[in-house]
């Protein structure tokens, strides 16, 4: 799991991981864990936007689109499930 800020942040570990790792899926876990967690309660949009801007992040950085998802926050709700599958998430 890959909180989108990550790689960039950390570009000598993320590199390191990754060269140990190199075909090992990326699931996205949000922008990060602390300052930017999913905005529950906020209706589907704002997650949809959440949710694409993490997966975006990820891409644009790493070149590899996340294969799935793990919601950053304790718990997700019915708009969680819904946004994910609307960015593509299976």
Do not use: C
């Amino acid at each position: 799991m890959l909180n989108a800020e990550f790689p960039d942040k950390y570009p000598s570990v993320w590199k390191e991981f990754r060269a140990t790792q190199p075909k090992a899926p990326i699931i996205a876990h949000g922008i990060n864990n602390t300052s930017q967690l999913l905005p529950l309660g906020r209706g589907i949009a704002e997650q949809k936007a959440y949710i694409r801007r993490t997966l975006d992040t990820i891409a644009g950085v790493t070149g590899v689109r996340p294969a799935g998802w793990s919601s950053p926050s304790v718990y997700s709700n019915g708009d969680t499930m819904q946004a994910i599958v609307a960015q593509g998430i299976t």
